[in-house]
């Protein structure tokens, strides 16, 4: 079976870091993705883990344990408009099929 | 370059109605996804396809849900007839052929259906 859990809410302050968890059991597994969804809007890519290690692009960074079936995203000097839903999703590799399959999401509030 | 197109963006229909969702993928995609997301369930996948054809319906709720790829530049999805827990947005993506890797998704605006 599919199950991806990730926190449904968490509140940080502009300026901080904030990690954000997740883990997965899939039947298979070709990599771990993070999308970032604003409110009202579409999610967009943030980030790809196929290998174990830290992945940095910026401000934002994304961990992969395949052993452990775990992931997170670091946001580092948070910013007002980080307040947003992430997705953890995972790309569930099997015979013809290569699907994403995403987590419900984390709702990160960002205060001054 | 246009993004994925989705159409209507929004839709209120009363029970029993049929809908129809459309999408448009960015050119030169080859698999294209549905999803429906709710508050509750987050992002579910109902269908994919790769080369305009079904590869996984797994997710297609029941019988009253279809899904088409007539072409490489076209999806429906139809709800027939809808009912009230139909209401969602649903999102259509698509994404091309990773030289290493899946591939990111690439989402359209989504239609957010109302069934009354």
């Known amino acids: 079976g599919q199950n991806i859990d990730q926190p449904t809410e968490m509140t940080a302050t502009e300026g901080a870091i904030v990690q954000i968890n997740c883990t997965y059991q899939t039947s298979g597994f070709n990599g771990l993705f993070w999308y970032q969804q604003h409110a009202g809007e579409a999610p967009t890519f943030l980030s790809y883990?196929?290998?174990?290690g830290l992945e940095e692009k910026g401000r934002f960074s994304s961990f992969l344990s395949r052993s452990k079936g775990y992931s997170y995203l670091l946001l580092k000097e948070l910013q007002m408009k980080d307040s947003a839903s992430y997705l953890c999703a995972v790309s569930d590799y099997g015979g013809a099929t290569n699907k994403l399959i995403f987590g419900t999401g984390t709702l990160l509030a960002v205060q001054p | 370059d246009a993004g994925v197109i989705q159409s209507p963006r929004h839709e209120v229909t009363e029970m029993g109605q049929e809908v129809t969702l459309r999408c448009k993928p960015i050119?030169?995609?080859?698999?294209l996804f549905w999803y429906r997301q709710t508050m509750m369930r987050g992002l579910e996948l109902l269908i994919y396809?790769?080369?305009?054809?079904?590869?996984?319906d797994s997710g297609m709720p029941e019988d009253r849900f279809s899904a088409k790829m007539p072409n490489a530049s076209f999806s429906t999805l139809k709800i027939q007839p809808s009912e009230p827990r139909d209401s969602a947005v649903y999102f259509c993506?698509?994404?091309?052929?990773?030289?290493?890797?899946?591939?990111?998704?690439?989402f359209g605006e989504g239609s957010r259906l109302t069934v009354l």
């Open positions: 396809f790769n080369n305009n054809v079904p590869i996984d």
């Open positions: 993506a698509s994404r091309s052929p990773g030289l290493e890797g899946p591939g990111e998704l690439f």
């Open positions: 883990n196929v290998l174990d």
């Open positions: 050119s030169g995609h080859n698999s």
